[in-house]
């Protein structure tokens, strides 16, 4: 059923995200180093699968299947001139699942970085930035998402060229926004929860917080001090399933179903209105998560 961010938000309860997407593209056979954008055309069926596992989960809001879907990303795989039409796929697969159920459900655009260093720390300019997540944004907005999603950013000036992008693409539309604390609390490029919240809130987001990370503990810290500098801000947290350990060439992570609830029920104490997972995350731990805070309940 179709409805908005602010709708769920506005019923004061605790809001259930998805979990990883690529996670459970690997366990299907996506092959590392490939582009995961590109089964949005050759195998859809699997995408929508996904998405219809983690609403069944308890999922309430559902990233699309582009966080590598920028041009710039989508370049490194000889893959760009094919921006739009993975990112309208995506949007449509993911609308299509949420449409087919009673409850409602909110699509969100992932839009994650553009895999570049911008000037002065490296050569990719702001205008050039600005105008490639503009291209993605006004993609997924035409394959009907509710939010563009901004996520897993380190740095704040390329997190207000996604966010006049994504204005620049679909003026006056809802957009979230998360960094990524993977440094002792910090960004890999040195900002704070304190940091971080105070530039967000004055780009004027729907949400914001903190997504994958080293695990719950770290994301917990990242909300609790998000909620301290500002109650009233709607706080977002997202944390990997632990730590992950190589077995052969696979990624495992550590984090059971049972200590991603722990976690959710922490960083609700916290602050935390929406909450989901990210790396090595499955339906399962969303499950778990959704019965911990008594929402979303599984179908």
């Not at 582009?35 to 998405?51: G, K, M, Q, S, T």
């Not at 596992?53 to 590598?68: K, R, S, V």
């Not at 204005?167 to 440094?183: E, N, Q, S, Y």
Request: hydrophobic share 45%.
């Amino acid at each position: 059923m179709k409805t908005s961010l602010s709708d769920l938000l506005a019923s004061g309860q605790t809001i259930i995200a998805d979990g990883g997407m690529g996670t459970l593209l690997f366990a299907r056979g996506l092959e590392r180093g490939s582009a995961p954008e590109l089964w949005n055309v050759e195998r859809p069926d699997d995408v929508r699968a996904i998405h219809r596992e983690y609403i069944a989960a308890g999922a309430q809001i559902i990233l699309t299947n582009t966080f590598g879907g920028s041009r710039f990303r989508l370049d490194m795989h000889g893959l760009g001139d094919r921006t739009t039409e993975f990112n309208t796929a995506a949007a449509r697969l993911a609308r299509a699942e949420a449409d087919a159920v009673p409850q409602a459900v909110v699509v969100g655009g992932s839009i994650g970085p553009s895999g570049q260093m911008l000037a002065p720390y490296g050569t990719l300019d702001f205008d050039e930035a600005v105008n490639a997540f503009c291209e993605q944004a006004l993609a997924l907005v035409d394959g009907g998402v509710d939010v563009l999603w901004i996520e897993t950013m380190s740095d704040l000036e390329e997190v207000r060229a996604a966010v006049e992008g994504c204005r620049c693409g679909a003026p006056g539309f809802p957009i979230v926004t998360t960094l990524t604390f993977d440094t002792n609390g910090r960004t890999m490029m040195g900002v704070t929860p304190e940091t971080a919240l105070a530039a967000l809130s004055d780009f004027g987001v729907l949400a914001l917080g903190g997504n994958c990370g080293n695990g719950p503990e770290e994301i917990e810290g990242v909300i609790a001090r998000m909620h301290a500098a500002n109650a009233q801000v709607v706080l977002v947290a997202k944390a990997n399933a632990g730590l992950p350990h190589m077995e052969g060439d696979r990624a495992v992570y550590d984090a059971t179903p049972a200590v991603m609830a722990d976690y959710a029920r922490r960083v609700q104490a916290q602050g935390a209105r929406i909450i989901g997972a990210c790396c090595g995350s499955t339906p399962e731990h969303i499950r778990a998560i959704a019965a911990a805070l008594g929402e979303g309940k599984p179908a």
